[in-house]
């Protein structure tokens, strides 16, 4: 599923849970209901019958799954066996919420599910299964991927799980099911997209087991050789044509499964992208792949097309392109600026051909044009393609479709194009879309920090074409030697096009890029410190005018990561925002300091342990506000917390709560506080199998991986005078730069952990974290190992500052923090540069909201206030920097670009 789909969809301007929608659209109810009973709202579901008084904790779970058209008459006849039957039963409660389990981009695990029942035992069950299968008996639905269905019915699945009533908190915040298995033993209740029996289970509903399939997947004439990409909507997969030989590609479309919002399902959308195919082919035969054949097998629809050879442009982008390679030259440059061109010419050359066969591609982006090996180019994935004389399709890609307002006033039937054309160009210069569509006059900002790989004109006039107002686009060059747009640019949000009277009327008061709100580029050059202190103000008053302490879902809006832990806490929660708010100096309000304290005691015994999702990162931010006894509470039971005993990482278990620890001996001077962390030390130390109580798949970086502990106990080290903390944290920044590897420009990367194997430059997992420990370690206990391998960290994360996102976790804000504190510990001229040029570096991120600034956070979809990803993290990143002596030395030449993709 993409990261905070659902939440999403709630709101215009922030994550929200999707049961909160102001408009689910039209509602599902039985409708017959016995007198006295009421349905009770669940989140996406309404409930019948007791689901806890009297339920058994696990048993055999059956759930109906329904077309979208036929959902109301199948839910009216399970009601009806389920009130005769006494059993309780739950159905999605709305459209949108049927849409959204069903939908394309759905968890796998979940889609297909329209009702589910819980029967108390395995007889009640078969003989509710039957009932059902002959009351719906003709009616088709959706496979559940987790189920197995019944007999020969087309509806009625059923599995072996917890009915909800038993289940574990885990380090990470998140909570998982329990089931017992046939010994008794509690074990996880997996929801995979397959059906499982727990060992000792089995299933009483068939005779003898499905046995698992072997040898060679055989679709048809097609052997499967490799799963591209798996969905809800079905998959995509590389095959062998058995009969020729030749090598071809398949797309599956699963049966009323993959649904968009139009209420379309996969297999309408496949058998249309193949008959697109076929005129297409014979219009024009090489824009898209040539349509091979067409078939369902079982109850999926198969389109089978020509393999197109290469790699996706996303792909082909991050793999060629200098302009994040510590090694780029200006010639290097130079020449990828000149494939740029070519790739565009084909591009456009393949758009001219579509649009004279009659069609619109109508979703363009980096993962829908193939670059073959040649280096020519080639559209795929037709699904959203549409005739012009038609309406443009719905779907689209965040950052690269027309914000709906632009595309309802667009006259122009190539217009979806044209944007994405455009938005393509801009990806290619940096990972900024959806940042200019909110703020197209901070391009000025952009522009600036590509300056040491400054695209040509045409590249960025193309790039920008549809980002600055019609009456602007003459006068570019102009605006752009300016540094900075005034009044009249349109500000593009939420899917409108506002101008400046309707910004004002949102309560802009101010020109929202004018001198008393953002600096120019050229103001950031001049003064950088007096520019920063002016966004830190500005980040201040966003983060309070977002706030809203009355609001039950959260006080400031958050990740959606917080919807799936809890609200409170460090990184997601109130007291992320609320440590940011006090470290750099602003006031936080009274009521918000009382709802952190009231939601804080409301859910401490359901809150894990840790730093970032649990109690020791609140009992920190508490005491910094005085609450000190609430502090040593909190503390205390992570202390005890069996799950401190079994994780040791930072962000949820040993380390985190050590850390919290020194901070309440560093606020209060207390020996006490000094002691308990000094335990957690010892135990750290003595922990027989650490790998075992790290991150998952031997996580590596700051939050969930070695670094992690090193760096508790470097400041560990630092507060006992004790050097044998120094000295385990040293062992422990080996082992991390042994899962470490060097890249062909000569920097040095970090996955995320044995499976994840991604570069990755960030502060939460990747470079940056272990490299802000690593500069620690080497200012205070020089090592010859730590000291070579630290300037290969960051030269990758020097050339990975134009991020997609500005926060802290996974964006600029991380990296600038960890430059910072290279710099700071250093003292080189050179780190001093890097630093301030992230810094300054973050403007070109902020939105102008009614107060302040706000920026856009996890997913780049919607606007968060958390540490994060939002502006809480960006503020503290400021405050670290503005805190420290770099901004207060002479200010020589101008630095390197450190704003390149």
């Known amino acids: 599923m993409l990261e905070g789909f659902g939440e999403a969809l709630a709101d215009r301007e922030y994550y929200l849970p999707l049961p909160s929608v102001a408009d689910p659209g039209p509602r599902f109810a039985p409708g017959k209901v016995p007198p006295g009973l009421h349905g009770t709202a669940q989140g996406l579901w309404t409930a019948w019958g007791s689901l806890r008084t009297g339920l058994a904790d696990q048993g055999w779970k059956i759930h109906v799954s329904a077309r979208l058209d036929r959902a109301q008459h199948v839910l009216d006849t399970v009601a009806g066996i389920c009130f005769s039957e006494g059993v309780p ?45 002959d009351a719906l008996d003709g009616e088709e639905g959706p496979y559940v991927l987790t189920d197995r269905r019944f007999r020969d019915s087309r509806t009625v699945h059923y599995r072996y799980g917890s009915f909800g009533a038993r289940s574990r908190l885990r380090a990470d915040g998140t909570r998982e099911g329990l089931v017992l298995d046939g010994s008794g033993r509690e074990v996880v209740d997996l929801r995979l997209p397959a059906f499982r029996l727990p060992a000792g289970i089995t299933d009483p509903f068939v005779e003898g087991e499905e046995k698992p399939h072997e040898g060679p997947i055989l679709i048809r004439d097609y052997e499967v050789t490799r799963a591209v990409r798996l969905s809800n909507a079905g998959g995509t997969y590389q095959a062998r044509d058995r009969r020729t030989g030749r090598t071809v590609f398949l797309k599956e479309a699963r049966a009323h499964n993959g649904l968009v919002f ?69 010639e290097s440059v130079a020449v990828y600026y000149e494939v740029c061109r070519r790739l565009l010419t084909a591009l456009d050359g393949s758009l001219k051909r579509l649009h004279a066969a009659g069609y619109r591609f109508g979703d363009l982006n980096l993962g829908n044009v193939m670059v073959t090996p040649s280096g020519g180019v080639r559209l795929v994935d037709f699904e959203a393609a549409s005739a012009l004389s038609a309406a443009p399709s719905g779907m689209g890609t965040p950052g690269f479709t027309p914000p709906p307002g632009l595309l309802r006033a667009a006259s122009d039937p190539l217009f979806q194009d044209r944007y994405g054309m455009s938005a393509v160009a801009f990806a290619l210069l940096a990972p900024f879309n959806e940042t200019a569509e909110h703020a197209p006059a901070h391009l000025a900002l952009l522009r600036r920090d590509l300056a040491d790989v400054a695209p040509p004109q045409d590249l960025w006039q193309r790039a920008t074409a549809f980002l600055l107002a019609e009456n602007q686009k003459q006068d570019q060059a102009q605006y752009l030697a300016r540094g900075q747009a005034r009044s009249q640019v349109p500000y593009v949000a939420h899917g409108q096009a506002q101008d400046q009277t309707q910004y004002v009327a949102h309560g802009q008061a101010q020109d929202p890029c004018g001198p008393d709100r953002l600096p120019s580029a050229a103001e950031l050059d001049a003064d950088p410190r007096g520019c920063l202190t002016r966004l830190s103000a500005e980040v201040a008053a966003g983060l309070l005018e977002m706030a809203d302490a009355d609001r039950p879902e959260w006080a400031f809006p958050p990740s959606p990561e917080a919807f799936r832990t809890n609200n409170v806490c460090l990184a997601y929660g109130t007291a992320g925002v609320v440590h940011a708010l006090h470290r750099a100096g602003t006031a936080v309000p009274e009521e918000i300091r009382a709802r952190l304290r009231r939601d804080t005691l409301a859910q401490r015994d359901a809150l894990p342990p840790g730093l970032l999702v649990g109690s020791a990162g609140i009992a920190r931010v508490l005491a910094d506000l005085g609450l000190l006894d609430e502090a040593v509470d909190l503390l205390r039971g992570a202390d005890d917390h069996s799950l401190t005993g079994s994780c040791s990482t930072l962000a949820g278990g040993r380390a985190g709560v050590g850390l919290g620890w020194l901070a309440l001996h560093r606020l209060t001077g207390e020996n006490c506080h000094l002691e308990r962390a000094a335990v957690a030390g010892e135990l750290l130390l003595r922990t027989p199998d650490l790998q075992a109580t790290l991150g998952e798949h031997d996580a590596r970086g700051l939050l969930h991986g070695r670094s992690g502990l090193a760096l508790f106990l470097h400041r560990l080290a630092r507060d006992t005078g004790e050097a044998r903390y120094l000295e385990a944290g040293r062992v422990l920044l080996h082992q991390e730069l042994d899962r470490t590897f060097p890249l062909d420009d000569g920097s040095l990367s970090v996955s995320d952990n044995t499976q994840l194997t991604r570069a990755m430059p960030y502060l939460a997992t990747g470079a940056a974290g272990v490299a802000a420990v690593l500069t620690r370690y080497v200012a205070t206990a020089p090592d010859e190992r730590c000291a070579a391998a630290l300037p290969k960290l960051l030269a990758g994360i020097r050339v990975s500052c134009a991020t997609k996102e500005a926060g802290l976790y996974r964006g600029l804000a991380g990296l600038s923090w ?44 919607r606007f968060t206030a958390d540490l994060s990803s939002g502006g809480a993290g960006v503020l503290l990143a400021l405050r670290r920097l503005l805190a420290g002596p770099l901004l207060t030395e002479p200010h020589h030449a101008r630095p390197r670009s450190l704003a390149v993709p």
């Open 262 to 330: 139009d209420g379309t399902d996969a297999q309408q959308r496949l058998r249309h992208e193949y008959g697109v195919l076929r005129e297409l082919h014979a219009a024009a035969p090489g824009v898209g792949p040539e349509p091979l054949d067409h078939f369902t097998e079982w109850e999926h629809d198969f389109l089978v097309t020509e393999y197109v050879a290469g790699q996706p442009l996303v792909g082909w982008l991050s793999r060629s392109s200098p302009l994040a390679r510590a090694d780029r030259t200006t």
């Open 89 to 133: 039963f739950k159905h999605l409660s709305a459209r949108l919420f049927f849409l959204f389990l069903h939908h394309k981009h759905a968890s796998r695990a979940q889609a297909g599910k329209f009702c589910a029942l819980y029967p108390p035992d395995t007889a009640t069950a078969r003989r509710l299964m039957e009932r059902l299968r």
């Open 818 to 861: 960890c430059l910072t504190e290279h710099a700071e510990l250093t003292g080189s001229d050179g780190a001093r540069e890097d630093a301030v040029r992230a810094a300054t570096g973050l403007v070109k991120y902020a939105v102008p909201y009614r107060r302040g600034v706000r920026f856009l956070g996890a997913g780049s979809q």
